[in-house]
């Protein structure tokens, strides 16, 4: 079955450096679109940003020019490079996956707590 699995959060200073990696498995990674997620404590789960199929990617105002997504389709893996952090960042970052032709993610993984704080 399709399992996601995050993994590298953790404890930084505002204005420091984390990469998140979500490892996927159960599908062909190649045509699916991976995201990242957040949520914060009493504020809905929030699109960070996402990467399709073909590489073109989105995301969101609050993380433009600091946040990156990336994927290697050879390991399965998509990457969140987060530079510049705020302690507005601070959340559960989740991974999502979607497969072709559906609309919604439907593939969760269990989060991982990023706190920016010093």
């Known amino acids: 079955q399709v399992q996601v699995v995050e993994s590298g959060g953790g404890l930084v200073q505002p204005g420091g450096s984390l990469r998140l990696s979500c490892a996927a498995s159960?599908?062909?990674?190649?045509?699916?679109?991976m995201a990242w997620y957040r949520q914060a404590p009493g504020n809905a789960r929030e699109l960070v940003e996402a990467v399709g199929s073909g590489g073109t990617t989105n995301y969101a105002d609050s993380v433009k020019g600091r946040f990156t997504i990336s994927r290697d389709n050879a390991k399965n893996t998509v990457y969140l490079q987060m530079n510049s952090l705020k302690p507005g960042d601070t959340a559960v970052y989740y991974c999502g996956l979607r497969l072709e032709g559906q609309g919604d993610f439907g593939y969760w993984g269990q989060g991982t707590q990023v706190t920016v704080s010093s």
């Open positions: 159960g599908i062909v990674f190649s045509i699916v679109t």
